[in-house]
């Protein structure tokens, strides 16, 4: 069974940093890619970051590329994403994924994990 679990969420405010994690578990993380995913309050979830399944190549939106930084630990099975200059509009639930399609149809969807930039 495919177990995704978020954590590293809080409160913050502009300008701010914040480290997620993903846990893995269930499938070989060391050969998947992974993304993660939020939803903003009222809005559908969006992708916002790719690594592949080695870390040597990344993508992000637009809308957070210099601010955030994705990676893993695949000896530790382990997703991160470091969050630094915080936006209120960053505010959302992040979620880890194996893709967008992957957590749309449910596969190992997690709790998520809050994020929210307030001042």
């Known amino acids: 069974e495919v177990k995704l679990v978020e954590s590293g969420g809080g409160s913050v405010q502009p300008g701010g940093s914040l480290r997620l994690s993903c846990a893995a578990s269930?499938?070989?993380?060391?050969?998947?890619?992974m993304s993660w995913l939020r939803q903003a309050p009222g809005k559908e979830v969006e992708w916002i970051s790719e690594?592949?399944?080695?870390?040597?190549?990344?993508d992000y939106v637009p809308a957070v590329k210099g601010r955030f930084t994705i990676s893993r630990d695949n000896a530790k099975n382990t997703l991160y994403l470091q969050l630094n200059s915080l936006k209120i509009e960053d505010t959302a639930v992040y979620y880890c994924a194996k893709s967008l399609s992957h957590w749309l149809r449910g596969d190992g969807r997690g709790q998520g994990t809050q994020v929210t930039v307030t001042s």
């Open positions: 690594i592949n399944f080695g870390g040597t190549d990344t």
């Open positions: 269930g499938f070989t993380f060391s050969r998947q890619s």
